[in-house]
């Protein structure tokens, strides 16, 4: 199935505006002569992050009393209150940047330097005091990403490792090594970082003291084609989550198991752990995660993992951060296969580590059936027609090759170990 743009459409514009600031017009062609269908905006206030609206471009374009409407017709609930507090929330990021934590930021990279060159830009231009950004290598083939990192070493704090051990989590556990005793915030090479994201981290990490994990939202960079479109029906990175924050812990287990659905409290490409807490669950099991059999997971896991030990992930979706989605359908295939193999090899590693937690999912299998083939669940219910149905069927041929998966990076990653000693 191709899933390029029809000649002369464009899906959606992505938008940030500011209800602080004039609304923009979105004009119908834009500039490189496309017809743009939608409008994808990410509204805030006083540069709070309150929500997100896909509004459709009128042949003559969407002016900015009808783009107003349509906000308010989707947030106004939410907006009316922040109106009324004025500029709090500014005054309280400046509060906390005056006693802000220095903050290390981790990319792990594998031959990707042109999005590794962009990620760097928006890291450099963060507006927080105290930070530097480590950059881990993955068993490189070119000295391409080491090129990328010098570069921007001189125009601030970046620092370069190399892991010559192929596989995502042999990266992590490299820069958690590497990084003792550190706040660690993670970021894929593929998003760019909000001017404010570590600013808002920070908050997070101010506001909950009893927080191990501070989990970002994750937004669309742009929607080019209709595989990224896709993308965002079904949750995108951030699960559907929305704008809301929210906790996680010991005091939600009786309206959130741990266990399922995972995860509704985080991702990978926009997390940031304290000190010792990935110690403390194990470091990052390198049986999961990109360049395993297993595909990923590596993440959710290691939210499940916290969570099981009694720790408190806590959901700041005034952390954002920007993805640059997958363009082809092919590449959006093999990322739903990819989902679906990570989550049950999740699951296999959890019950070998875990066996007797069998019991407690069983009890949860009912509801996971449901959210799988019911109609209107949270699975199901962003979907709109145009999604490829297909789409949900190699995300379940994913789920069958789980445990197959685990149980074969495993093995390579015993044997790697032995091989080392």
């Not at 017009?25 to 743009?36: E, L, M, Q, S, T």
Request: with cysteine.
């Amino acid at each position: 199935m191709s899933t390029t743009t029809s000649t002369g459409t464009l899906p959606a514009v992505v938008l940030d505006a500011d209800l602080a600031e004039p609304l923009p017009a979105v004009a119908a062609i834009r500039p490189d002569g496309r017809r743009a269908e939608q409008a994808w905006v990410l509204v805030r206030l006083f540069t709070e992050p309150l929500g997100t609206v896909l509004v459709d471009v009128p042949k003559n374009g969407l002016d900015p009393e009808a783009l107003a409407a349509a906000i308010d017709a989707e947030l106004g609930d939410v907006i009316r209150p922040r109106l009324a507090a004025g500029a709090e929330f500014l005054a309280s990021r400046r509060r906390v940047l005056a006693t802000a934590p220095h903050l290390t930021v981790v990319i792990c990279t594998r031959e990707h330097p042109e999005m590794l060159a962009r990620c760097l830009d928006s890291l450099l231009g963060q507006e927080y005091p105290s930070f530097r950004v480590l950059v881990v290598d993955n068993a490189p083939v070119t000295g391409a990403t080491e090129r990328v990192v010098r570069d921007a070493a001189r125009r601030g704090p970046v620092d370069y490792l190399l892991e010559p051990r192929a596989g995502l989590s042999h990266a992590r556990n490299a820069a958690v090594r590497a990084a003792p005793g550190q706040i660690l915030a993670w970021i894929d090479d593929d998003e760019v970082a909000d001017r404010h994201w570590l600013a808002e981290i920070a908050r997070a990490l101010h506001d909950h003291p009893e927080a191990d994990v501070i989990s970002g939202v994750i937004v669309p960079a742009e929607l080019e084609t209709r595989a990224q479109m896709w993308f965002e029906q079904f949750g995108g990175h951030s699960k559907g989550r929305g704008f809301t924050p929210d906790t996680f812990g010991p005091h939600t287990a009786h309206r959130q198991s741990p266990l399922y659905p995972l995860p509704p409290f985080g991702t990978g490409a926009n997390m940031t752990f304290r000190p010792g807490v990935i110690e403390r669950i194990g470091m990052w099991d390198t049986a999961l995660g990109a360049g395993t059999p297993a595909m990923g997971s590596e993440d959710t896991l290691a939210f499940t993992q916290v969570l099981l030990g009694g720790g408190t992930i806590v959901y700041q979706p005034t952390a954002v951060t920007r993805h640059y989605h997958r363009r082809d359908y092919q590449g959006l295939e093999k990322q739903m296969v990819g989902y679906g193999t990570g989550l049950v090899a999740a699951y296999t590693s959890l019950l070998m580590k875990r066996p007797w937690l069998i019991f407690p999912l069983i009890r949860l299998a009912p509801h996971a059936l449901r959210d799988m083939t019911g109609k209107d669940t949270p699975r199901t219910a962003t979907l709109r027609d145009d999604f490829p149905r297909e789409l949900l069927s190699a995300n379940r041929r994913g789920m069958l090759a789980g445990p197959r998966a685990y149980l074969k990076g495993r093995r390579a990653a015993t044997r790697h170990t032995e091989a080392r000693q």
